[in-house]
């Protein structure tokens, strides 16, 4: 059974104004998943779907068996669904700590041991615990996001654009982060601008346009059919 499991997904942001128009999507336990398409193809809407954020019109969206519709972020975020999104994803005049003190409010009991553990695994953010999120580096920002998405210890993580606005250098100790994650057992659904990136690293991948499933496959399969590379991956 699919850790994840979308059928027939319609929804948007307003009563006439409808981004995802039936897609469907599953990611099994432990897997990588990339979601690739044009801008306003409705990946990003997929996501926020999950999680809470927009509403369902139609179709189903299951967590470990469970329907997740009608449920709010709160709730969603404790049956353990951890979600990135691409901006004001930190507390910008709050310290590193602060940061991930919020990110635990899921779980208050078991927070102070899961700010140690993240720090053991990212000594990055131990190092400046009591620096202001707002005077972080791109790539500092985002991996302070990455550690409050995990102190909800998470069964999975949705990242919207991780790399978005890094520099090379950043974006490859991101993926290196999320790469190590992968490793360890954490299912992953990813939507990414990098889609080369994303289909390096991705078991499998799904290719929306305009809101509607166009192809899915293992990722390495994707990346390699000349037709996608030419319209979506840059020839």
């Not at 059928?7 to 948007?12: F, N, P």
């Not at 102190?151 to 950043?170: H, I, N, R, T």
């Amino acid at each position: 059974m699919s850790l994840l499991a979308i059928e027939s997904l319609t929804a948007g942001y307003g009563a006439h104004d409808e981004i995802l128009k039936g897609v469907g999507l599953r990611a099994d336990a432990g897997e990588m998943v990339a979601l690739i398409g044009p801008n306003g193809a409705g990946k990003s809407t997929l996501l926020k779907a999950v999680v809470g954020i927009v509403a369902a019109r139609a179709g189903a969206i299951r967590f470990d068996g469970q329907a997740l519709a009608g449920l709010k972020p709160r709730e969603i975020s404790r049956r353990g669904i951890a979600f990135v999104p691409q901006e004001g994803n930190v507390f910008p005049s709050l310290s590193v700590e602060e940061n991930l003190e919020i990110g635990g409010y899921v779980d208050r009991a078991a927070r102070r041991g899961r700010i140690q553990a993240i720090y053991a695994r990212l000594p990055m953010l131990a190092e400046r615990r009591r620096q202001a999120a707002g005077t972080l580096s791109g790539g500092q920002r985002q991996t302070l996001a990455m550690g409050m998405a995990l102190m909800v210890a998470p069964k999975m993580l949705l990242l919207d654009e991780p790399s978005a606005g890094l520099s090379p250098m950043a974006a490859g100790e991101l993926f290196g982060l999320i790469k190590s994650l992968h490793r360890d057992g954490m299912t992953v659904v990813m939507v990414e601008q990098n889609a080369l990136e994303a289909l390096a690293v991705a078991d499998r991948a799904y290719l929306l346009v305009d809101g509607r499933n166009a192809r899915d496959g293992a990722a390495r399969a994707l990346a390699e059919d000349p037709e996608i590379r030419h319209a979506f991956l840059g020839g």
